[in-house]
């Protein structure tokens, strides 16, 4: 599977139930970043998710909440450094 198919600063799978595309400053959608991360053409909660490691412990700490395992939390995060949003730095 592709990173195409996640968004591209959670790994959130765009086939999830629980996806809707995020939004530009104009309404228009933005099909690369989830509502979650990317909302009226900002990354949401920038001042604390600031790196790579940073969305990492923040996703980790959701499913963590969700009751997911350790090892799939590992799994489901391990590629969040190559998502096109954080690839840039």
Known sequence: MGLEKFCQSCMMPKDSDMFKAGTEKD???????????YDNG?????????TAKDMQEF??????????????RWFY?????????WKKR
């Open 27 to 37: 309404g228009a959608l933005n099909l690369e970043y989830c509502n979650y991360c």
């Open 42 to 50: 900002v990354f949401m909660k920038s001042d604390s998710i600031c």
């Open 59 to 72: 996703v980790k700490g959701v499913l963590k909440e969700q009751g997911v395992g350790k090892v799939k």
């Open 77 to 85: 995060t391990i590629g969040i450094p190559k998502l096109k949003r």
